[in-house]
């Protein structure tokens, strides 16, 4: 499907950034209701809507495959859900397996991510957002494994976007069309070393948000002349330490305004931060240095605050990548056939973000809860 011939209710949704989208709050899944079938119209039994709504509440209490789904939607889900006027009764897996493989998967993200940032909680001072790739390995076929990039809000550890790499590409053209579904004023944008571009740094900027980007020697030049530099005359700017796992970690953050005596050529570069982390395990001490970029100058956040929001970085990783993989044992998945991974991987995120939105702190308790209480799965699906 293609964007331009989407439905008119979903334009600003599904074709446009959501700084123009106003969402009246209400049922999530009457928005599947307004993305296109894939299918001829004629002979069609099950709106899309509705395999959508019980693919999700399905994926909610823990199933993972389009065999599991099948089967929770023909013996439990007409105990769970309003499935009345359907007269064609409940669909079973092959339906599933075959319409979810072929419906348009950014489509859907693009819907879903919208809503979820409609009803994100409103908070003062600036939000931050970062961005990573998955391979879905358990979907490859033969030897090229699809990647998702995902667009993680901090605060809530919600997923607002997400977009898969086109075939021989990498992440990096997947970012800006990314971004593109949020607006930037007042965000902080993280993302790694592979995505400290000056590309990516103009259109951040240009759009009025702020970046926040690791410095690797991927930026040669401008990594040896930050890395030469006398990094005592910029004193330390905020410390830090913390235990666990058996190990101790002291973060030193230091911070160099850019200007006359010191110019990078990157996109409305304001400061150079650099991280020394001092980490003792038993009798072993390592160090590590690390050196970011940003266009934050020194009246928009205090060092401690830049230091919280590259420690937050990580939060993608373990937040969301570490649930889907351990929770969802999404590595393992057998789904291979057309969209179905990136659907399936869509509604892990959705059900990740829905059950933060819900107050869940631990999304493996809150599967479970939903699979064993009727009213938490209406509740987490259908009351934000």
Request: proline fraction near 4%; hydrophobic fraction near 40%.
């Amino acid at each position: 499907m293609s964007e331009s011939s989407t439905t008119p209710e979903l334009i600003a949704t599904l074709a446009e950034s959501v700084e123009d989208l106003d969402i009246a709050p209400g049922s999530l899944l009457g928005l599947y209701d307004l993305v296109e079938d894939p299918r001829d119209p004629r002979g069609v039994r099950h709106p899309i809507g509705l395999l959508l709504s019980i693919a999700t509440a399905a994926v909610a209490c823990g199933n993972r495959s389009w065999e599991a789904i099948g089967q929770w939607a023909a013996e439990v889900a007409p105990d769970r859900m309003d499935l009345t006027g359907y007269r064609h009764g409940i669909p079973d897996e092959s339906t599933f397996r075959r319409t979810l493989s072929e419906v348009d998967g950014q489509a859907v993200d693009n819907a879903l991510g919208s809503w979820i940032w409609a009803h994100l909680p409103q908070r003062p001072g600036l939000r931050a957002v970062a961005f990573d790739g998955k391979a879905l390995r358990g979907a490859a076929p033969k030897y090229v494994t699809p990647v998702t990039v995902a667009l993680l809000d901090i605060d809530s550890g919600t997923v607002i976007a997400q977009r898969q790499v086109a075939k021989k590409s990498n992440e990096i053209p997947a970012a800006a069309p990314l971004l593109s579904r949020i607006p930037l004023h007042d965000t902080v944008v993280l993302a790694d070393a592979l995505h400290c571009q000056r590309d990516l740094a103009a259109t951040i900027a240009g759009r009025g948000g702020y970046y926040l980007l690791q410095l690797k020697a991927n930026q040669g030049g401008m990594f040896e002349a930050v890395e030469a530099f006398d990094w005592s005359e910029a004193g330390i700017g905020a410390t830090d330490d913390s235990t666990g796992h058996g190990r101790e970690e002291l973060r030193t953050v230091q911070t160099l305004a850019l200007g006359e005596a010191f110019v990078l050529d990157f996109p409305a570069a304001a400061q150079v931060i650099r991280v020394e982390r001092v980490r003792r395990e038993g009798h072993r001490e390592s160090v590590e240095v690390c050196y970011y970029l940003t266009n934050l100058a020194f009246e928009d956040a205090t060092a401690t605050q830049l230091a919280t929001w590259i420690r937050s970085e990580w939060h993608i990783e373990n937040r969301l990548h570490w649930v889907r993989d351990v929770t969802f044992d999404e590595d393992r998945s057998q789904i291979r056939t057309g969209t179905g991974p990136r659907i399936m991987a869509t509604l892990r995120n959705l059900v990740i973000s829905l059950l933060r939105l819900a107050g869940e702190t631990n999304i493996a308790a809150g599967l479970r809860r939903c699979a064993n209480r009727p009213e938490h799965l209406r509740k987490t699906l259908l009351s934000q």
